[in-house]
C-alpha cells in the first residue's frame, strides 16, 4: 500500500524534529567551537538530557554562550527545546534500566515529580493539538467506519490503550475486537480477516519485534492497517495506510499516554457523531442492558445481603440506621 502525500509530508516535517538527525545535518555549517560541542552531544546526550546549560559547558569545555547559542544552529528556539528534542530521542534508545540509572541520587519531592508529570503531559497535549492532522483524522475514521470488523492491537505498555479503544469504539460501533498480548494464534486471526477488515495497531518506542512482525504479515495479505504511532521512526509506519501521530511523555522510566488517549477519545468520538442514529440506538440499547442488571451503583449506596450480588437497596441508609430512627408503635 502506497502512502499518500499527506503521510509522507508529516513523515518528513516530523524526521526534521529527530535531535540526531538535526545535529548531523548541521556538522557542515558549524564553527570549530560548535563543532566542539555537538560531537561532545553526539557522545554524551544521555547525560547532556539532565544536565543544565553551566554543567553542560564545563563538562564539554565550551563557554555558556556556546552552549546558549547553539540550540539555534539546530533550528531549536532555545536550549529547553533542545533539552525536549533529546528526550525524545531517549524515547527510542533508552531501556528502562538505563533511564533509572539516569536519575539524580538525590532524594526528591513527591509532589515535585507529580508537578513534572503533569507538565510534561501538559506539553505532549499541546504537541498533539499543533501537529495534529485534519485530513489523515478523516481518512482514519472513515476507515473505521467502513470497516466490517476491527481489530485493535497493541502489547506491553500501551495494552490499557489498546483495552481503552476496544471498551470506547465498541460503544458505538460492533464487531470490534482487541488484542493485548503477543500469540501465535493472532496470525490465525489475520490470516482470516477479510477485505472490509481493519488492523489498527497502537505502538510507540520502544517497538514491540512481535507486533511489528504481526502487522507486516498484515500488511502481506493485503489487509487494511491503520496505525497510532509516535513518529516517523516507527516501523509500522511504512506499513499502514494511515496513521495518526501522538507522544506519550516520558518523566524518568516512566510513561504517560495522556495524548495518545486523548486522541483515540477524538477518533471514537468522531466515529460516534458520523454514525448518528444508529449510535443513538446502541448507547440506548447498553443502558437498558445496563440498568436491567444493576451494574452502575449510586454514590453512597450500600449493599443489600439478602437480594443477591448485583442487588442494591434505593434507599442508600443502612439498615440498623433505619431502624433507629423508626418511632415506637
Avoid at 524534529?17 to 567551537?33: I, V
Avoid at 485530513?135 to 481503552?164: C, D, H, K, N, S
Avoid at 448518528?276 to 444493576?294: H, K, T
Wanted: charged share 20%.
Amino acid at each position: 500500500m502506497l502512502l499518500d502525500w499527506e503521510t509522507l509530508n508529516h513523515m518528513f516535517h516530523a524526521t526534521s524534529e529527530d535531535f540526531l538527525s538535526r545535529l548531523a545535518a548541521a556538522q557542515a555549517y558549524l564553527s570549530p567551537k560548535m563543532a566542539h560541542f555537538a560531537a561532545f552531544l553526539g557522545d554524551n546526550y544521555v547525560n547532556a538530557a539532565f544536565m543544565s546549560t553551566r554543567e553542560l559547558a564545563a563538562a564539554a569545555g565550551v563557554s555558556l554562550a556556546t552552549v546558549v547559542r547553539f540550540p539555534r544552529v539546530l533550528g531549536y528556539a532555545d536550549f529547553e527545546a533542545l533539552r525536549v528534542g533529546i528526550q525524545d530521542r531517549l524515547n527510542f534508545d533508552l531501556t528502562g534500566v538505563e533511564r533509572l540509572r539516569n536519575l539524580p541520587a538525590t532524594s526528591r519531592s513527591p509532589s515535585a515529580l507529580l508537578r513534572r508529570i503533569i507538565d510534561a503531559d501538559i506539553e505532549s497535549l499541546r504537541a498533539l493539538a499543533h501537529s495534529f492532522s485534519e485530513p489523515q483524522m478523516e481518512r482514519f475514521v472513515a476507515g473505521l467506519i467502513a470497516a466490517e470488523r476491527v481489530t485493535v492491537v497493541g502489547f506491553r505498555y500501551v495494552r490499557p490503550l489498546t483495552a481503552y479503544f476496544e471498551y470506547s469504539l465498541a460503544k458505538v460501533k460492533s464487531n470490534v475486537v482487541a488484542f493485548t498480548r503477543a500469540d501465535s494464534s493472532l496470525f490465525d486471526h489475520v490470516r482470516l480477516m477479510g477485505p472490509n477488515d481493519v488492523l489498527v495497531a497502537i505502538t510507540f518506542a520502544r517497538y514491540p519485534a512481535e507486533l511489528v512482525g504481526l502487522v507486516r504479515y498484515a500488511h502481506s495479505r493485503g489487509v487494511r492497517v491503520l496505525a497510532i504511532t509516535d513518529s516517523p521512526l516507527s516501523p509500522v509506519l511504512p506499513l499502514a495506510e494511515t496513521a495518526l501521530f501522538a507522544k506519550a511523555s516520558m518523566v524518568d522510566f516512566v510513561g504517560s499516554l495522556a495524548a495518545p488517549a486523548a486522541l483515540i477519545s477524538c477518533v471514537v468520538s468522531e466515529v460516534g457523531v458520523r454514525l448518528g442514529q444508529r449510535v443513538l440506538d446502541r448507547l440506548q440499547a447498553l443502558e437498558e442492558a445496563a440498568a436491567a442488571a444493576n451494574i452502575y451503583v449510586r454514590a453512597g449506596s450500600q449493599p443489600n445481603p439478602h437480594a443477591g450480588l448485583l442487588a442494591w437497596p434505593d434507599d442508600p441508609t443502612p439498615k440498623k440506621a433505619r431502624r433507629r430512627g423508626r418511632s415506637s408503635p
